[in-house]
């Protein structure tokens, strides 16, 4: 069983940057991804992570902007937030598997734990 624990959102302006950290409790994660949800809006894929942290899908809209890496002695996954823009506003989702995702990694239902979510807010 994981549980995790986010922190990093807040409050910023168009162009800032934000950090998200997730750090999971008892075995080391497997995958981890990132998933957003604007008002209104189905939840999105925004990044995902191998165990080795090579594999690292980004959705479109963020390639080049975020970056995604982990820490598998800290058992914990960050994802950078640069140049942000005003549509990043949503609240953001950490989500762990011990499965080994490979195609299916950008998709919410492949994830067995999710964190409670932390708003980032960007204004313009």
């Known amino acids: 069983q994981v549980q995790l624990r986010e922190s990093g959102g807040g409050l910023v302006q168009a162009g800032d940057s934000l950090r998200l950290s997730c750090a999971a409790s008892?075995?080391?994660?497997?995958?981890y991804g990132w998933f957003r949800q604007a008002p209104g809006k189905e939840r999105e894929f925004v990044a995902g992570?191998?165990?080795?942290?090579?594999?690292?899908p980004y959705a479109d809209s963020v390639k080049g902007r975020f970056t995604i890496s982990r820490d598998n002695v800290k058992n914990t996954v960050y994802l950078q937030m640069n140049s942000l823009k005003p549509e990043d506003t949503a609240v953001y989702y950490c989500a762990a598997t011990y499965k080994n995702l490979d195609y299916s990694i950008g998709e919410a239902s492949s994830y067995d734990y999710w964190g409670q979510g932390t708003q980032v807010t960007v204004s313009s």
């Open positions: 992570a191998s165990w080795s942290g090579l594999k690292t």
């Open positions: 008892g075995r080391t994660v497997t995958t």
